[in-house]
């Protein structure tokens, strides 16, 4: 829940942003999310880590930027588009894809982070083609949207707010 993170401040405004090598980093498969295993708990992996073990550098990273807890950035990896199901689903030695409950016993920062990346991860994959003429669809360039270039569908993602309320009169509590 959004309150578990205080005093850390989620700042989810879309914006461009370079990366830096301990922001975290997002790496969604369609269903599961890389996690770092440290004995028998999990992390999510830092850009540079994965990057050094790939070799590569920060101007390779294949990404981009979805919000902020902090300082510290949450970046989603798009390094695995158009790869096959074997490819998106291999890991580095230490690396599991792991559902997103895992993401419940982590600290409040990554806890709050991951799951809502994983969320903003499943929403752009399940919105790569347009709902109205199936065209491929792009991210939008000055909103969290995703945009048909032909037919010019605009897709947010759903918000689903929620208030849980209990309704008491003196010792007596409203059941419905």
């Keep these: 829940m959004i309150h578990e993170i205080l005093p850390h401040k989620l700042s989810n405004e879309f914006r461009v942003q370079d ?10 498969n369609g269903s599961k999310t890389l996690l770092k295993k440290n004995d028998e708990d999990y992390a999510i992996p830092q850009i540079g880590e994965i990057l050094a073990i790939e070799g590569k550098t920060l101007a390779d990273f294949e ?16 390094s695995l588009a158009g790869k096959t199901d074997s490819a998106a689903s291999a890991a580095p030695e ?8 895992t993401f419940r016993g982590m ?6 982070g991951g799951a809502t990346a994983a969320h903003i991860a499943h929403w752009e ?31 947010y993602p759903r918000i689903s707010p929620v208030v849980i309320v209990a ?5 007596k509590l409203l059941m419905a």
């Design 63 to 78: 990404g981009h930027y979805l919000f902020s807890i902090d300082d510290t950035a949450f970046f989603l990896d798009d």
């Design 94 to 101: 230490g690396f599991e894809f792991m559902g997103n409950r």
């Design 107 to 112: 600290n409040p920062v990554e806890r709050m």
């Design 19 to 28: 990366p830096k090598p301990t922001d975290f980093l997002i790496r969604y």
């Design 125 to 155: 994959s399940l919105n790569k083609f347009c709902g109205k003429c199936g065209n491929v669809t792009i991210r939008g360039d000055h909103e969290r949207s995703i945009i048909c270039p032909k037919c010019g569908n605009v897709v």
């Design 167 to 171: 309704v008491r009169n003196g010792d």
